[in-house]
């Protein structure tokens, strides 16, 4: 079974096959992003109660909006419906859960970049799982906004370059926010196996799982799997001689 000792503290998760579910059981893709957005309720429950400290969530990246422009505005509905769910925040509050979104948010719509706001702001003192959502989130953009800021803080002498450490940048990027912002376990569904400029400094170190189900199938004992391949797992962080 499950040692609770070795539990990641940060569990990060690409949710994917959300279209090729839709698509299998004859339903929309509206409806497979709907059934997506359940399966991370009943996630964000499970990891709270395994007590995981950080659960990043990949939820719309900087490459999907060349989708069709009625799926993008579906996705950004739901994200809103779920960002300003009175029902859900009252069940986060009782369970202590904590929200906050990682990427760029000056491109979406005012109502969403308000809810999403108000919801940190509500959340933030909640000392539970912390859930992380990246919505139009970019690796790459992550590490090019932390490289502007310092650098402007080179310009304005207010750092010298000599001090420029994983440290100081690290306090730069999006997730910085989080009290363990790298995540110890990386889950991608549906068979995919890449990382899709999702936080690239921050996984240097994570352990990759792979499941073959489509993330709408996902269920416990998938969960249990992920988290029993990576407990046995030496985190050798590029160290040890052997
Ligand atoms: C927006 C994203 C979280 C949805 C993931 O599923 P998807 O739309 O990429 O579905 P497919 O991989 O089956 O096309
Ligand atoms: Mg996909």
Known sequence: GLKLELMPKHVAVIMDGHRRWARQKGLSVEQGHRAGGEKMKVLTRLCNQWRIKV???????????????????????????????QENLDEWTRDNIRFSFIGDKSILSKSLREALILREETTKSNSGLHVMVALNYSGRQDILQATKSIASKVNNGHLAVKDIDNNIFEQELETHRAEFPEPDLLIRTSGEQRISNFMLWQLAYTELYFAKKLFPDMEQEDFIDALKSFQPRERRYGGSQK
């Not at 659960?55 to 490459?63: D, G, P, R, W, Y």
């Open 55 to 85: 659960l990043t969530l990949f939820a719309f990246s900087t490459e999907n909006w060349i989708r069709p422009k009625e799926e993008v505005d579906f996705l950004m509905e739901l994200c809103l419906d779920l960002a300003s769910s």
